[in-house]
């Protein structure tokens, strides 16, 4: 419950504060070296999947709204087995490992200078 109020709250601030039009603080490590992270561009995306631009926001970042589902369908499982009074399920390792691979390769392939549809803004 919590994390659906969080996630209200969330989405609020977004349509309030339009992070196309408003400016909103630069990631750190773009900021400071210029590198796109698996991050950079989120917000944006989550703003135009708010208003129901996909293309937009998948040209935002992409990795960020490929995952949503999968996030969505994990979160709704642990609050399954949670709410069902058995022990809340962990995060395997070799997933773990996986989201790690698939982050630095995300970051490299959207850091070549030939593939700057990956980059959003």
Known sequence: ????????????????LDPHQTHVPLCPLHALSGI???????????DSL???RLVTAL???AL????????????????LQAGSGRPRPKLPRAAAIVL???????????NVPSVSGLRGA
């Open 100 to 110: 790690i691979v698939v982050a630095v390769g995300f970051t490299v392939v959207r």
């Open 36 to 46: 796109w992270c698996p991050l950079c561009g989120g917000l944006r995306a989550a």
């Open 64 to 79: 960020f709204v490929t995952a949503l589902p999968l996030l969505f369908a994990g979160w709704l499982y642990w609050m």
């Open 59 to 61: 040209h935002e970042n």
């Open 50 to 52: 708010a208003h129901g």
């Open 1 to 16: 419950m919590r994390v659906a109020a969080a996630l209200g709250v969330g989405l609020a601030a977004d349509v309030a």
